[in-house]
């Protein structure tokens, strides 16, 4: 789906350049030499508005929604998902997150059943990669009684005056993460996390869904999820939950029927 620019903004760089009356041609040609093109207070999808303009990992540009999982590191399962906008950066959406870990989290609590085996405190470690660093999360994380474990990009020397807390929280966080604690729960991250993201994007097929407006993809990728933790308590119950596994099985119930026909 193209993206038209609102004329309203070209109009008024029509006008800034001396051309009172601006034509499509002008506009088209205004727009062409204008710089930051792609800039979000200025171009809006009319049949989509909460897109945002976004780059994606391989450099491409799109209009797109952020998807963001918080998982249970023992379990696999997806304790929360927020859509939130395209063009928001990590450190920025992970409190909306944690915000739903938390709530979803207290109503499991709820549940005199579930909440025997589980701990009262609601939420104690949070473990991320590079994107999520910055003296905000930091702060935020110290500031919660949460521990985090939270890869550190490279950005040389650092001058912390003004910022004791947050020198203090980042110092905490790089012991931590240099820990043998801290690297397994890094590694587990690779495999719990980037697991759900195969399931519902790839395999799930909801890289490109074909829904407008957040609210909408919401719903979708809940009901999504929900089937993808509906299948780790069919495999913890029954010990098979997997289409794998359901094709060998049923492989071997016909090879027990008809034996060399397969």
């Known amino acids: 789906?193209?993206?038209v620019p609102k004329e309203g903004h070209l109009a008024?760089?029509?006008k800034e350049s001396g051309i009172e009356t601006p034509t499509r041609a002008d506009l088209a040609r205004i727009d062409k030499k204008r710089k930051n093109k792609a800039s979000n207070d200025d171009w809006?999808?009319?049949h989509d508005p909460d897109a945002e303009i976004t780059k994606m990992k391989d450099g491409r540009?799109?209009?797109?929604?952020k998807v963001e999982h918080a998982v249970d590191m023992d379990t696999g399962a997806v304790m929360a998902v927020t859509i939130q906008p395209g063009a928001k950066g990590d450190t920025k959406s992970l409190p909306e997150t944690l915000s739903a870990a938390f709530e979803n989290t207290e109503k499991v609590l709820q549940d005199p059943s579930a909440a025997k085996n589980?701990?009262?405190r609601l939420l104690t470690e949070v473990v991320g990669d590079k994107g999520y660093h910055s003296n905000d999360t930091m702060v935020l994380t110290a500031a919660t009684g949460v521990r985090s474990y939270?890869?550190?990009?490279?950005r040389g020397r650092r001058d912390w005056e003004d910022k004791q807390n947050a020198q203090r929280a980042t110092y905490a966080n790089r012991r931590r993460i240099k820990g043998e604690r801290g690297k397994a729960l890094m590694r587990r991250r690779g495999e719990m996390l980037e697991r759900t993201f195969a399931h519902t994007l790839e395999s799930g097929a909801m890289r490109r869904a074909c829904l407008r407006l957040r609210d909408n993809?919401?719903?979708?990728?809940?009901?999504?999820?929900?089937g993808f933790n509906l299948s780790l308590v069919m495999r913890a119950t029954l010990g098979v939950g997997t289409p794998r596994g359901l094709r060998g099985r049923l492989q071997a119930a016909l090879e027990a029927v008809a034996p060399g026909y397969l």
């Open 61 to 65: 540009t799109h209009l797109a929604h």
């Open 118 to 120: 589980l701990s009262d």
């Open 1 to 3: 789906m193209s993206e």
């Open 12 to 14: 008024s760089l029509a």
């Open 150 to 154: 939270i890869s550190e990009p490279e």
């Open 217 to 226: 993809i919401l719903k979708r990728y809940l009901v999504h999820v929900a």
């Open 44 to 46: 809006q999808n009319p």
